[in-house]
């Protein structure tokens, strides 16, 4: 009983720390003509001005090492939303007392829940065609954040979400065989 309930533990605490991405992107894009890029002028990233400037980082970082430079006169713009919120808590232990005698039957049931409610982080990365104005490649991160943790792990946590949501830019398009 006591391993199961410490495997339990590892399982919830691995889970919590995890950065989910979904990934969007137009087949029809040529990704190879995108070499340079921008963010857009004064955008409003939901983030506090120091946050956004780890996330910047962050990403020119990235964007260096795939050989993407950032340009006045860019390919693409990048835009950047978040949004925070809290997300109930998917983890309650059922407490229950029943009681048969004869053909009468009763029983009692008590939801606890785990632990408090999560406090979660969703960014969604747009990378939009400067010269036609849409929208070709799109990442929307959700991860858990703590707005008490140092800075130092505020950058690391930013630098976890960008590698996992440029991890796969541009797209690897599979040609469907007939």
Request: include cysteine; charged fraction near 20%; hydrophobic fraction near 35%.
């Amino acid at each position: 009983m006591r391993s199961i309930m410490i495997l339990m533990i590892v399982l919830c605490a691995i889970s919590c720390s995890t950065v989910r991405v979904n990934y969007d992107f137009d087949k029809s894009v040529d990704f190879t003509n995108y070499n340079t890029y921008n963010y857009y002028p004064e955008m409003q990233t939901g983030l506090s001005d120091l946050d956004s400037k780890r996330l910047f980082n962050a990403i020119d970082s990235t964007m260096q090492t795939r050989g993407i430079l950032l340009s006045e006169e860019p390919d693409f713009y990048i835009n950047i939303q978040s949004q925070s919120f809290v997300a109930p808590s998917n983890s309650s232990v059922g407490v229950g007392i029943g009681g048969t005698s004869g053909n009468v039957g009763g029983g009692v049931s008590v939801g606890v829940p785990l632990g408090g409610s999560n406090l979660e982080r969703e960014i969604i990365f747009d990378l939009v065609d400067s010269q036609k104005d849409a929208l070709f490649w799109q990442a929307i991160s959700l991860s858990n954040f703590s707005e008490n943790n140092s800075p130092g792990t505020r950058e690391k946590k930013l630098q976890e979400i960008v590698a996992k949501v440029f991890s796969r830019y541009p797209p690897s398009i599979k040609k469907n065989k007939k």
